[in-house]
T-cell receptor, first 112, second 116 residues
């Protein structure tokens, strides 16, 4: 059961910021939000994750709303190589393990 | 960084035969490994979770006798698709982590299985 909702597709101009939204209104207090991306027929690539606070790394920024019901992934200066499917994921507890529940993803097209 | 090697990257087999896919963590000990299946233009679907030395935990609807998972060491997990049929054709992906308290999930490059 997907716990996230994302727009199916988005476009972005090369060099501009790409803002990818995600709704996770049923997220529980101790469940993390993860973002991965996948280029066609390859394994997913980690981007960033967070719990409550906004996070930033060399790839992207993650903005999480105060009520934690939604978040936005920001690619500050999109390039053509950022064209991929971006997945917003919730990490849930499953017994002694923590598993990732994948949404349907947003297909981002970065245009020249 | 953490690296997970998955082999083979693609395989074609005849209907009724079995296929084994390997997933290795190259530079860390993977206490937990996950196996996913992905159909064209769809998201990743978790099939099972395996902890080293224990039986795998399968997601609802996944046949454990058809998809045999072995996680006998901290660096290797295998998925065997038994008596494969054309409907088993899919992209299979493994992921590894160092445990529940570790926040990193490293993915393999995937295996494209085609059953003819």
């Amino acid at each position: 059961d997907a716990k996230t909702t994302q727009p199916p597709s988005m476009d972005c101009a090369e060099g501009r910021a790409a803002n990818l939204p995600c709704n996770h209104s049923t997220i529980s207090g101790n469940e993390y939000v993860y973002w991965y991306r996948q280029i066609h027929s390859q394994g997913p690539q980690y981007i960033i994750h967070g719990l409550k606070n906004n996070e930033t790394n060399e790839m992207a920024s993650l903005i999480i709303t105060e009520d934690r019901k939604s978040s936005t992934l920001i690619l500050p200066h999109a390039t053509l190589r950022d064209t991929a499917v971006y997945y917003c994921i919730v990490r849930v507890r499953a017994g002694n393990n923590r598993k990732l529940i994948w949404g349907l993803g947003t297909s981002l097209a970065v245009n020249p | 960084g953490a690296v997970v090697s998955q082999h083979p990257s693609w395989v074609i087999c005849k209907s009724g035969t079995s296929v084994k896919i390997e997933c290795r963590s190259l530079d860390f000990q993977a206490t937990t490994m996950f196996w996913y299946r992905q159909f064209p233009k769809q998201s990743l679907m978790l099939m099972a979770t395996s902890n080293e030395g224990s039986k795998a935990t399968y997601e609802q609807g996944v046949e454990k006798d058809k998809f045999l998972i072995n996680h006998a060491s901290l660096t290797l997990s295998t998925l065997t698709v038994t008596s494969a049929h054309p409907e088993d054709s899919s992209f299979y992906i493994c992921s590894a982590t160092q445990g529940a308290r570790n926040y990193g999930y490293t993915f393999g490059s995937g295996t494209r299985l085609t059953v003819v």
